[in-house]
């Protein structure tokens, strides 16, 4: 049996190995399956959600994990501006506090490494809720989890990635991660001021994964078993005429689907804005609310591994 | 909510009535694909529950592809490998087939766990023409296997233990589609 080293901090995609992967899927699978099994196992542990960027349902997705497995959650939502961070304190000495406290620290931040920084000085596991556009490494085992529970298989699958792929973190993380699979071809749709960036072009060269990049949606539909949508951050835009230019260039509605396998899956990260229209809701393939659901297994099946 | 046939206590649900369709969706399309068409195809369901999943898998090529696949029903009892332990009770489920000589036959089975069944009924099939090929698709595939046999086409894999069993619930018995773990 192969030994699966274990994973103390969840800082980026490529910690994961193929085992642990379905390790884990193995667990989730047994918690959606059976939750009533998992209640209790973190009974008395406690977890900080950290959050220097605004999110809902990241930060809800583990707690409610947290919580369904016995153990508690804490947190902040606005650290940022109301914790002793506006007072200057750095994140090194916030995460020391918050590691004698909590059982394990969830951490939100607007700077990319901010995690790997936190994971350096913290004494117990932190797990990367999203680093600025570095990654969101938990986003994307949900993501692959989705495929996995809406195909049957992640080997050997084509998918579009649409929108801002220079900004996006979990495309960054989810394309990392497919890279551990075989035979996966990927099309990155992107307006070029928001184009996937080239680290992570070489790295798919290296692992031996065909991609092509391009801005015509319309002829990658018929081809792809995965659209992946993702919303144009306004956010990290510095020129509001930058944005203005590129948002609702790419989006999915009833004439897409109309050009989509009739097997095949929309996925988004969500929030989302107008990437898809609300009328693509209804079709069977619009797997967006269901990818959402899939988080609370997956990331109380993280946790269970991390903490139990 | 009523159960037929099974015993002990339902531990999950593994698909429901969505999923289920969802998957004989990308099962229909997935055998079009691989066979280049719908030409020459049959479906063949193994009694009693597959032939149920067959003809749902017809009229899901139909809508995709616009041609009818012809489909059947076969029962592999008398072909089973425990007839010693086990006779046959029960021989109302009759085969019925369409034309399958050099026609690819998709078998259609609801769950493949040892691949016994799905032995005896390749047997039972061969005893009425000869097939230019068979495939295999399911709805669950449960693992535990004990033949050498693999299924082309699957809804879902799921890892089971050797005491628990997996039961396809299909509206036409038990008036819901659902799959569910029962240990």
Redesign the interface.
Known sequence: MAIVSRLRHVIESQQFSRALLEELFARSEEIKREPHRFMGRLNGQVMAALFYEPSTRTRLSFEAAMIRLGGQGMGTDNAREFSSAAKGETLEDSIRIVSGYADVIVLRHNEQGAAKRAAAVSSVPVINAGDGPGQHPTQALLDIYTIKDELNRVDGIRIAMVGDLANGRTVRSLTYLLSKFKDIKIWFVAPPVVAMRDDLKAHLDEHHVPWVETEDLESVLPEVDVVYMTRIQKERFSDPAAYEAVKGVFRIDKSSLALMRKYSIVMHPLPRVDEIAQEVDDDPRAAYFRQARNGLHVRMALLDYLLS | MKWTATAGRV????MDE?AI???L??IA??IVERNKGADGLVLVGIVRKGDILAQRLAGAILE?EGSTVPFGRINPSRHRDDLHIRPVADSSDVSELPEIDDRIVVLVDDVIWHGRTIRAAMDALIELGRPRSIQLAVLVDRGHRELPIRPDY??????TSVDEMIYVCLKEFENLDRVV?IK
Do not use: C, I, Q
């Open positions: 531990k999950g649900t593994v969505d369709r969802r998957s969706t990308r399309h997935e995709l699957v809804g879902k894999n799921v890892a773990v």
